[in-house]
């Protein structure tokens, strides 16, 4: 199993500003994701962080609106750009381990006003 | 079009008895299958994952099966307890790139 944390757990933002959010792992990890929970839904992937290359984004979701950064194996952020109501949701970091099984973060609320 | 489905109802059941949900999909090829929990505000908790060769695996109080014929899996809980209420989601692994696609999750309900 893998150790998640995210920060900030919970932010409310004004629009039009942007948000970094943080993920940390305890352990050495290839594979991490980002998804985004909108109230009342399921998950969407948003996009698969990469070590030292571009992130790869889903469809939907582009680089200049949700920026992401993996700059080593334990840590990535994701950046939502340029908000508007419509990004309120819960933001998501997971990691896949050897065995092929995804652990979640605790997750990030994010209330645009 | 591609759709996985689980009951939205919500499942009520008795303390002790066994709850089941259901995950079915379509135009879906999945290499394998996880189940995962996740109460109110927080993030999803893995329970089990599945493989697509794999008909059954057990965990304590869970089972979990795969039929990739009927394009469905079940998810059970044994004597299960009121600790047990949350919303269940499934998750498909369809390719190389080791993606997740959720379900819309069953919430469970147990009462004691």
């Known amino acids: 199993s893998a150790v998640i944390s995210q920060k900030p757990s919970r932010d409310i933002c004004q629009r039009g500003t942007s948000l970094t959010i943080q993920c940390q792992v305890d352990s050495q990890v290839t594979m991490m994701f980002w998804y985004r929970q909108q109230p009342g839904q399921s998950l969407t992937l948003i996009a698969t962080?990469?070590?030292?290359?571009?992130?790869?984004?889903e469809s939907g979701f582009v680089i200049d609106k949700f920026p992401i950064s993996r700059p080593n194996l334990t840590f990535s952020t994701l950046t939502v750009s340029n908000m508007s109501p419509e990004d309120s949701s819960i933001y998501l970091c997971?990691?896949?381990?050897?065995?092929?099984?995804?652990?979640f973060g605790p997750g990030t609320r994010l209330t645009v006003t | 079009s591609q759709k996985i489905e689980q009951n939205s109802e919500a499942l009520n059941i008795q303390e002790g008895k066994t709850a089941t949900l259901t995950c079915n999909y379509t135009?879906?090829?999945?290499?394998?299958l996880q189940w995962y929990r996740q109460d109110p505000g927080r993030g999803p908790v893995f329970l089990l994952l599945?493989?697509?060769?794999?008909k059954e695996k057990r965990k304590e109080r869970l089972k979990v099966t795969f039929d990739t014929t009927l394009k469905q899996s079940l998810f059970h809980i044994t004597a299960s307890q009121p600790a047990d209420s949350a919303t269940y989601l499934c998750?498909?692994?369809?390719?190389?790139?080791?993606?997740?696609?959720f379900g819309s999750g069953t919430r469970l309900l147990v009462r004691p």
């Open positions: 962080a990469n070590q030292g290359s571009e992130a790869t984004y």
């Open positions: 599945i493989r697509e060769n794999e």
């Open positions: 135009n879906y090829s999945p290499a394998y």
């Open positions: 997971s990691v896949m381990t050897g065995s092929g099984e995804q652990y």
């Open positions: 998750a498909l692994g369809v390719d190389s790139s080791y993606k997740l696609i």
